[in-house]
């Protein structure tokens, strides 16, 4: 984990509240994912970035915005948060330089009742 | 859907035996890693195999893979209570950039 930090690591919050996750890196690694964890459905990527002001989606993007106005962090915004998006949520890094490995956060749990 | 596909989806074995999990995939890849993630962490990254190799190690680590059929093994030689996760193989088939992970293994080593 380290060189990677996500904020919060738990939250609780009501459907229908707007969220924002942060994750902060220091390793100055080019590109940065948001993944979420279900049982049943192993990892899959939410959103990425490969650089400042530059996202894509991935597999399970509806629901969900990322902004990166900085190199080091990554936000993930549920609009409007549903019951389905109780997951947990993990950042991960990884650069060119490094085989596109990726480094992993130590995960937000949110849970939306 | 997942690309990766493990197997056994639990395994269960004495310290001191060997594990070995298996991953498939479907389409072509230019590499294949595999992540271990304990209980309540995020994953760490294990180890990386490049299409044109066929086996790797890394300590008490053994990664083959197969392009033929697709697939590829991940065993732990010698196993311990501390290799108790679970194990995940990814594939980069959209970009090396985008990894797709399968669903995992989740490994107990009985003491």
Redesign the interface.
Known sequence: ?AG?TQSPRHKVTETGTPVTLRCHQTENHR?MYW?RQDP??????IH?S?GVKDTDK??VSDGYSVSRSKTEDFLLTLESATSSQTSVY?C?I?D?GS?????????TRLTVT | S?QGEEDPQALSIQEGENATMNCSYKTSIN?L?W?RQNS??????LI?IRSNEREKHSGRLRVTLDTSKKSSSLLITASRAADTASY?C?T?YQG?????????TRLTINP
Request: aromatic share 22%; glycine share 18%.
């Open positions: 984990d990677i590109y993944y049943g459905h192993g990892l899959r990527l990425y490969y991935g597999e993990f991960a990884s060119p085989s596109y490995e990726q480094y992993f956060g130590p995960g | 997942q590499n890693q992540y309540g962490r995020g994953l760490v990254h990386l995940f990814a980069d090396a950039q985008k990894l797709v992970f399968g669903q995992g």
